[in-house]
């Protein structure tokens, strides 16, 4: 068996070396018989949320209870255009899947009210020129990773979410905030704040509501964030859209928390992390037994990974860690490789030039190495708390087509089609193994996770923007090492692969 050992060469050597593997490269292996894919008329998804018409497939099952709800990249967090109140009132709401409550920025927030208009993006809700406003209670309180909250009361109220009306959700209404954007989480109504912080039963959020006035057949969606430079993506709820993968969905179940019956975060086990460099060689950075719990969260901007791990990373690809920042240089988007995250045997390939974030210092101007090379944000991170809060983010995200089935437990995964505008929506029905297209990884590995500061009611949001403001760019730059702003070296990998 050939065992795949790492080295990394000088630029130099890379380059005499290279000359040689591409003349050695592998005759690429072609299956033989038919493609696979059966090709069919595409239905254009139209970008106007309010107006969609995406026929139904004729030899397919209707896919009628679906709810597709387009998601604006506005520096790279995912909002959703939604309707609040009788007569409607626009809102847009930051998209979420690791948190469980829905709540909106009001006219009566002083936060608001701040002649700097912080609030005018996200929109504030008025509750006094809604007919249908109902009153519920006056401690809702939800508070962030990155510390930021917002408290008030709790509402009913009728939202207009891509072509469904929901009636009668119970959201919090901002009355003290520090946060500028309203957020519709969208996880189990079990990890929503009133159940951990005031011990309350939980009630039913956005998606419970869906299923039961029939919008959608079960407690499922699907997220396509897209490209990190596109300006949109999807949620599609009840459904999968099967033009915006490659493959099928692989299944893994959802970890459970030590003790408890059920999941409420969507958290799932990563089994390892490797590299494939771009004559299609690859190598692993973990070791066979490795396995760690990862919260799949669309608010959370970046990756994070546990240090050592992420050292090894950071060594292959030349990234440093520096002013509690991750940072590259922007070349490495350049490089046609991937960073392959792998769930019990599927692999999610991260092409590097996803995980290459502009950055700009506190004028907003790009940052240079000394030598002038210009750096970017890397898109992973370390974590170092040793109870396991990793968070696959963003920049995971963007490179994955996940589905979140609440009531089976399980996450379905592929690989992305970036910037695809076709559209072939298939329905999620009920009952097990709903998820169409989907196969479960034949050994999944699960884990119990104990964490005590587990992100479960307190989503990371980092904005990318702001992740630099508060440092001095140039003492981050002056704190680099010359050589990697020189050779950016190590990420010219090569592999020898030893007997
Ligand atoms: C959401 O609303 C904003 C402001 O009206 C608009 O600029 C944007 O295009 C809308 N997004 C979508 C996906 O319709
Ligand atoms: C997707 O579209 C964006 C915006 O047009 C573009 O910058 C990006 O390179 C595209 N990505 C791919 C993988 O084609
Ligand atoms: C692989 O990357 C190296 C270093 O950037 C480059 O010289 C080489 O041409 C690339 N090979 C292929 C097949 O793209
Ligand atoms: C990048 O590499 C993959 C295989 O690793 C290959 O299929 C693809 O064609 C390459 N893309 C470019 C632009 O060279």
Redesign the pocket.
């Given at each position: 068996m050939k065992v795949p050992v790492p080295v990394v060469y000088s630029v130099l050597f890379v380059a005499s070396i290279l000359a040689r593997s591409v003349q050695a490269e592998p005759q690429l292996v072609v299956p033989d018989g038919p493609p696979k894919v059966v090709s069919f008329p595409f239905t254009k998804v139209n970008k106007n949320p309010y107006n969609i018409p995406y026929r139904n497939r004729r030899f397919r099952k209707r896919a009628d209870k679906t709810i597709l709800q387009i998601l604006d990249n506005a520096d790279y967090l995912y909002y959703a255009n939604i309707t609040i109140g009788t007569p409607p009132q626009n809102l847009r709401l930051h998209i979420d899947t690791g948190s469980s409550d829905l709540w909106v920025e009001s006219t009566e927030s002083t936060f608001c009210q701040d002649s700097s208009n912080p609030c005018e993006r996200t929109g504030t809700y008025d509750r006094s020129s809604s007919s249908s406003y109902e009153y519920v209670s006056s401690d809702f309180r939800i508070t962030y990773a990155d510390k930021e909250f917002s408290h008030g009361d709790y509402a009913k109220e009728t939202f207009g979410v891509g072509d469904a009306k929901v009636t009668g959700l119970q959201f919090g209404i901002g009355l003290e905030t520090t946060s500028s954007e309203g957020i519709m989480g969208i996880g189990y109504d079990t990890n929503e704040v009133q159940v951990d912080w005031l011990g309350k039963d939980p009630y039913p959020n956005l998606i419970d509501l869906m299923v039961e006035q029939g919008h959608i057949q079960s407690r499922a969606y699907s997220l396509w964030l897209?490209?990190l430079?596109?300006?949109t993506g999807e949620v599609l709820f009840g459904g999968i859209d099967t033009a915006k993968y490659k493959g099928k969905l692989h299944t893994i179940p959802i970890d459970t928390r030590k003790g408890k019956s059920s999941p409420s975060e969507f958290m799932v086990t990563l089994t390892g992390i490797g590299l494939t460099n771009n004559i299609s060689q690859t190598m692993s950075l973990t070791s066979s037994k490795f396995g760690i719990p990862v919260l799949l969260d669309s608010g959370t901007t970046y990756t994070y990974i546990p240090t050592s791990l992420y050292q090894n990373l950071a060594a292959e690809l030349g990234v440093q860690y520096v002013s509690r920042t991750s940072v590259v240089a922007c070349s490495l988007r350049d490089y046609n490789g991937t960073v392959d995250f792998d769930f019990s045997g599927f692999k999610i390939n991260v092409p590097f030039?996803e995980l290459v974030v502009d950055a700009f210092d506190i004028y907003g101007y790009p940052i240079t190495f000394d030598n002038g090379e210009q750096l970017c944000f890397f898109g992973v991170f370390p974590e170092s708390s040793s109870d396991g809060s990793y968070v696959l983010g963003d920049t995971f995200l963007r490179s994955a087509y996940v589905v979140y089935d609440l009531d089976n437990a399980e996450i379905s995964l592929a690989n992305v089609h970036?910037?695809v505008s076709e559209s072939d929506i298939m329905e999620i029905g009920s009952g097990k193994k709903a998820v169409p297209d989907a196969t479960g990884v034949e050994n999944p590995v699960t884990l119990e996770f104990t964490g005590t500061t587990l992100p479960h009611d307190t989503p990371a949001i980092t904005q990318t923007r702001n992740v630099q403001a508060t440092e001095n760019p140039s003492i981050a730059a002056a704190l680099l090492t010359p050589t990697v702003g020189g050779v950016i070296g190590a990420w010219l990998m090569m592999w020898s692969f030893l007997a």
């Open positions: 897209n490209d430079d596109a300006d030039s970036f910037n």
